[in-house]
């Protein structure tokens, strides 16, 4: 049985997931769940993710959710360095995935809640959940740009799943327009990324066609 992997083009989580799998050789069916239409929420899909969140793997009888658990799964299975090539790197991969999820991409959730989600759906933004979000940003920022002054990657000498995960909130800057200019360490690296990684710099332009594409069509731009 092929792996699935349940997912929108519009999500960043799941362009996580997608390079993952386009540098590792990693071949699945993606199954569309168009979030704008709520397709997240039926009962079929909730009985994969109670959370109603995308993306989902399916593999055989092994159903996982969330990008960093997804990319571990299927570096794990094919044996790839993405995940360190030593079991020190592996263990600072896995402290900056987590690093990331805790410190970093979880407030850019909320800038992109209240800056583009609330802004589609002509709703107000709440002006202290911003606050709070870019205050945690720059806080954070701030230890990224110091850990990139004298480095190529996160970890080690090459790219690994720790880089995929913290630049995972580059995918939607331009909507929800973080302070990340701010920090030239971190946009050096990121702009190393996509002049390095095809599979980083495709998968941009999937997300930003399927973004586009829905805000053109209700006539919100930014």
């Given at each position: 049985?092929?792996?699935?992997?349940?997912?929108?083009l519009?999500?960043?989580?799941?362009?996580?997931?997608?390079?993952?799998a386009?540098?590792?050789?990693?071949?699945?069916?993606?199954?569309?769940?168009?979030?704008?239409?709520?397709?997240?929420h039926?009962?079929?899909?909730?009985?994969?993710?109670?959370?109603?969140?995308?993306?989902?793997?399916?593999d055989?009888?092994?159903?996982?959710?969330?990008?960093?658990a997804?990319?571990?799964?299927?570096?794990?299975k094919?044996?790839?360095?993405?995940?360190?090539?030593?079991?020190?790197?592996?263990?600072?991969?896995i402290?900056?995935?987590?690093?990331?999820?805790?410190?970093?991409?979880?407030?850019?959730v909320?800038?992109?809640?209240?800056?583009?989600?609330?802004?589609?759906?002509?709703?107000?933004?709440?002006?202290a959940?911003?606050?709070?979000?870019?205050?945690?940003?720059?806080s954070?920022?701030?230890?990224?740009?110091?850990?990139?002054?004298?480095?190529?990657?996160?970890?080690?000498?090459?790219?690994?799943?720790?880089?995929?995960?913290?630049?995972?909130?580059?995918?939607?800057?331009?909507?929800?327009?973080?302070?990340?200019?701010?920090y030239?360490?971190?946009?050096?690296w990121?702009q190393?990324?996509?002049?390095?990684?095809?599979?980083?710099?495709?998968?941009?332009?999937?997300?930003?066609?399927?973004?586009?594409?829905f805000f053109?069509g209700?006539?919100?731009?930014?």
């Amino acid at each position: 049985m092929s792996i699935k992997i349940y997912s929108d083009l519009g999500s960043g989580s799941y362009r996580r997931v997608a390079a993952a799998a386009k540098i590792m050789g990693v071949e699945y069916e993606r199954v569309n769940i168009d979030l704008f239409k709520g397709e997240s929420h039926t009962p079929d899909f909730l009985k994969l993710n109670p959370h109603g969140l995308t993306p989902v793997l399916q593999d055989g009888e092994t159903v996982i959710w969330e990008s960093s658990a997804i990319n571990l799964y299927l570096a794990e299975k094919v044996g790839s360095a993405l995940v360190g090539r030593t079991a020190s790197e592996r263990h600072q991969v896995i402290q900056w995935m987590f690093w990331s999820g805790e410190q970093w991409r979880h407030f850019f959730v909320l800038l992109f809640d209240e800056r583009v989600a609330a802004r589609a759906m002509g709703k107000p933004q709440n002006s202290a959940i911003v606050e709070l979000a870019l205050t945690k940003i720059r806080s954070a920022a701030s230890v990224l740009d110091a850990h990139l002054s004298n480095r190529q990657f996160i970890v080690g000498n090459e790219l690994t799943l720790a880089d995929i995960d913290i630049a995972a909130p580059f995918s939607q800057i331009n909507r929800s327009k973080p302070p990340l200019n701010e920090y030239p360490n971190l946009v050096a690296w990121q702009q190393r990324l996509l002049d390095t990684v095809p599979a980083w710099a495709e998968t941009k332009h999937d997300l930003d066609g399927r973004m586009d594409t829905f805000f053109n069509g209700i006539g919100v731009e930014f």
